[in-house]
C-alpha cells in the first residue's frame, strides 16, 4: 500500500489535470504500451483487479507535478470504477503504487535515465522498463527491478516477473502491418503469448480446418451410402432381399 506524508486535503483525480500536454513525437510511444495492454485485455479478460494506463498522469502528491509514463500497470486495483474511467491515477486514492512502468525514449530523451528512474525508485515501482528504438550497438530493452531502494538491471530477454504471474521481452514480429522488434509478455516457458490478431487468425485456421474435416467426413459418409446402395442393388438383381440393420 502506497504510504506518504500528504497535506489534508486531497483532490480527486477529476480535479486535476489528467495529462501533461506534452505531445508524443515517437509513434512507438503509442503502439508499444497499445500492443501491452490488448494482449494483457485477452490474457486476463475474466479478471476486474488490474490496470493498464497508458500516457497517464501519475500522481503521488497533489502539489508536486504529476509524472506521466507511457504505460504502467498496477495490481490489485478496480479495473473499472464508474463509466467515466480514470482521468489520472492518484496514488491516495488508489492506495497502490504501479508494479511496473513503461517508458519509450523519444527523439527527445525526457530523464527515462535520470530524474524519472529516481522518481519510481521514490515511489516504489517495482519492474521499470526503458525501451530505446534508437540504439544500435546496446540493447534497446533495459529491465530494472527495484532492490534495496535501487534498480538494478536485468539481463535476461524475457524476464519473468513473478510478483506479476508474467514475463516481459521483445522480439522481432509483424503487428499493425509493420514488421520490427515488439515488447511482449510470455509465459514462465519463454513463450510468447499471441496477440489479439494472432489469435483470432488461429481460430479462424482452426475452425476452417475444421470445417473441412467436417466436409471430408460429410464426403466419406456419402461415399458409404452410395456404396451400400449399389451392393444392395446387386443382391436383389440376384434375388436375395438386403438385411437392414
Request: with cysteine; proline share 7%; aromatic share 12%.
Amino acid at each position: 500500500m502506497y504510504q506518504y506524508e500528504l497535506p489534508r486535503y486531497l483532490p480527486t483525480a477529476d480535479e486535476l489535470p489528467c495529462s501533461d500536454d506534452t505531445p508524443v513525437d515517437n509513434e512507438l510511444q503509442e503502439l508499444i504500451p497499445s500492443l501491452l495492454k490488448s494482449i494483457l485485455r485477452m490474457l486476463w479478460e475474466e479478471r476486474m483487479d488490474w490496470f493498464f494506463g497508458i500516457d497517464m498522469a501519475i500522481y503521488s502528491d497533489p502539489e508536486r507535478p504529476p509524472i506521466v509514463p507511457d504505460g504502467f500497470l498496477s495490481l490489485n486495483v478496480e479495473r473499472v470504477f464508474d463509466e467515466n474511467l480514470r482521468l489520472s491515477y492518484t496514488l491516495w486514492e488508489e492506495e497502490v503504487t504501479p508494479i511496473l512502468v513503461l517508458e519509450v525514449v523519444s527523439t527527445k530523451p525526457g530523464g527515462e535515465y535520470t530524474t524519472k528512474l529516481q522518481e519510481y525508485a521514490r515511489l516504489g515501482v517495482l519492474y521499470y522498463i526503458i525501451y530505446n528504438p534508437k540504439r544500435r550497438r546496446k540493447a534497446r530493452l533495459e529491465i530494472y527491478q527495484l532492490q534495496n531502494g535501487s534498480y538494478q538491471l536485468q539481463t535476461a530477454n524475457p524476464l519473468w516477473m513473478p510478483e506479476i504471474g508474467l514475463g516481459i521481452g521483445c522480439e522481432p514480429a509483424n503487428y499493425d502491418g509493420l514488421t520490427r522488434e515488439w515488447l511482449y509478455w510470455y509465459d514462465e516457458n519463454d513463450r510468447r503469448y499471441p496477440t489479439p490478431y494472432e489469435r483470432a487468425k488461429t481460430e479462424s485456421q482452426r475452425a476452417e480446418l475444421e470445417s473441412q474435416r467436417a466436409e471430408l467426413e460429410s464426403q466419406r459418409a456419402n461415399l458409404e451410402s452410395q456404396r451400400a446402395d449399389r451392393l444392395a442393388a446387386q443382391l436383389r438383381a440376384l434375388g436375395i432381399e438386403p438385411e437392414v440393420s
